[in-house]
């Protein structure tokens, strides 16, 4: 995939204090966007904000993706700022069920993670909408995973069909149909949407078992946010390309 250049573009990136959020910020803000994070702490946003400056001018909203009011006071203070937002990265995320069986998984633990995971995209994407409109070429990118897919989900004895998180894996499923239906919708404005797949990355979400650095994944995400006017539109893709729904 190729890139375009982003000089002056707005970026906001949800979820951006730390882990992958983070680093996507600081790669977009080294691309000489100006990003602005989206963080439910304040204080921890103002320390991301700090560390980043070296890498270019970012900002902190409150947002918290579960609190319309916070997402609707974001945009409203976006579009007084910038009046327009070029991309959005629907970073946020949560896992907070313990590994079991689907039979096992307390239903409440899957709401938790729906309501980040998945109603927290649809809130922020349907809010910032008006703004990337205003875009020359809107991109929004959805952070999802590999264990969201049904492909692999369901080959047997595959690792994707043994790992045990009904919450968090069937979140990114739906997170995946979400990128696809948003895509079509907007196919023609050339607001672009893809899911982006960042590989296991060593993170708080996973007690830092990933073998990847956050860094690393943060890359695919910033591709799909730097999409020339030709690029893909309703895809899901890891650093190698495609993966199967
Ligand atoms: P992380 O280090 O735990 O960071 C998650 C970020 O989301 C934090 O900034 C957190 O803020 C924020 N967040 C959580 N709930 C929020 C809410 N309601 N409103 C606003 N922000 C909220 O996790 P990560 O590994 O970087 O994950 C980032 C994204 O990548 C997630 O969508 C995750 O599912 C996805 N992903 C991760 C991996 C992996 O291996 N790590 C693999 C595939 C996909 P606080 O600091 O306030 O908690």
């Known amino acids: ?16 204090n730390k882990g992958i959020g983070y680093e996507i910020s600081r790669a977009l803000l080294r691309q000489g966007m100006t990003v602005v994070l989206g963080c439910r702490d304040q204080s921890r946003a103002q320390a991301a904000v700090e560390q980043l400056a070296e890498a270019g001018i970012a900002a902190s909203v409150e947002l918290d993706v579960t609190r319309r009011v ?46 980040t995971n998945v109603f927290g995209v649809i809130a922020v994407t349907q809010a910032m909408l008006p703004l990337l409109r205003r875009s020359s070429g809107g991109r929004i990118v959805n952070l999802s995973s590999s264990l969201g897919s049904l492909t692999l989900a369901s080959t047997a004895d595959s690792p994707w069909s043994r790992f045990g998180l009904l919450g968090y894996n069937t979140s990114k499923t739906a997170l995946n149909g979400i990128t696809v239906h948003f895509a079509n919708e907007l196919r023609a404005s050339g607001i672009k949407v893809n899911a982006a797949c960042p590989g296991y990355v060593a993170t708080d979400l996973n007690g830092h078992c990933g073998y990847r650095s956050p860094a690393e994944g943060a890359r695919i995400a910033v591709q799909l946010a730097t999409l020339p006017a030709d690029g893909s539109t309703g895809g899901l893709f890891d650093e190698s390309g495609p993966v199967p729904w």
Do not use: C, F, H
């Open 70 to 115: 916070t997402i609707a006071a974001a945009a409203q203070r976006i579009e007084e700022t910038y009046g327009r937002l070029d991309v959005l990265i629907n970073n946020a995320g949560i896992s907070v069920e313990p590994r079991t069986t689907p039979s096992a998984t307390d239903l409440d633990r899957v709401k938790d993670v729906y309501e």
């Open 1 to 16: 995939m190729s890139t375009q250049d982003g000089p002056s573009k707005i970026a906001l990136v949800t979820g951006a």
